[in-house]
């Protein structure tokens, strides 16, 4: 089980954003975490933990291992007002509940 | 570039079975490593992943749904298709098909669709 927190954030361009993942048993790294926007598909932005995908910008960066893990977006731009899921990858690969980002 | 989309029947009755295709372009599922999943988001409510099939037609499907669902593949026409039996109104949702490959991604999607949204109703 994935459990995120907080459920919404409510925060203003240019602040920092700090998500948590904490999952029931030990992952350890192989953790993943979504953006998704209404009427988009839905994007990687980072994979194992703390390695970005192609094309995502440094301010997102992921960290964490075993069973805690976050994703800090360090100054927020108006386009990553969304919601941020993690994944964990396995042969039954479960989703956290999301954490909604939102303007204050 | 990879793309997907997902294409079906915005509106099943219950009972019925679900049919959704996926076309996508920019890879091939005859190529070793490549994988089509299927993940759902009902409204409100998290990601939730459905099934997976790999280049060599291995299969996987999530515990909780694997007796309602069939995924296959043509490659000839680059769709993977899933089928869903025995529709209830709790299975309306926003159904995505994501690529993913072996490599450093193993385990993770790294292209979607848009998604197609499905409503359950009599």
């Known amino acids: 089980v994935l459990t995120q927190s907080p459920a919404t954030l409510s925060l203003s361009p240019g602040e920092r954003a700090t998500l948590s993942c904490r999952a029931s048993q030990s992952l350890s790294k192989y953790l993943a975490w979504y953006q998704l926007k209404p009427g988009q598909a839905p994007r990687l932005l980072i994979y194992n933990a703390s390695n970005r995908a192609p094309g995502i910008p440094a301010r997102f960066i992921g960290s964490g291992s075993g069973t805690d893990f976050t994703l800090t977006i360090s100054s927020l731009e108006p386009e990553d007002f969304a919601v941020y899921y993690c994944q964990y990858r396995s042969s039954w690969p479960r989703f956290g509940q999301g954490t909604k980002v939102e303007i204050k | 570039q990879i793309t997907l989309k997902e294409s079906g029947p915005t509106l099943v009755r219950p009972t019925q079975t679900l049919t959704l295709t996926c076309t996508f372009s920019?890879?091939?599922?005859?190529?070793?490593?490549?994988?089509v999943n299927w993940i759902r988001q009902p409204p409100g409510k998290a990601l939730e992943w459905l099934a997976l099939?790999?280049?060599?037609?291995?299969?996987l499907y999530s515990p909780s749904l694997e007796n309602r669902l069939t995924i296959t593949k043509d490659t000839s026409k680059n769709q993977v298709v899933l089928t869903m039996a025995n529709m209830d109104p709790v299975d309306a949702a926003t159904y995505y098909c994501?690529?993913?490959?072996?490599?450093?991604?193993?385990?993770?999607?790294?292209?979607w669709g848009q998604g197609t949204l499905v409503t359950v109703s009599s």
């Open positions: 099939i790999y280049w060599d037609d291995d299969k």
């Open positions: 994501a690529h993913a490959a072996y490599g450093s991604l193993t385990g993770y999607y790294d292209y």
């Open positions: 920019g890879f091939s599922l005859s190529e070793s490593g490549e994988g």
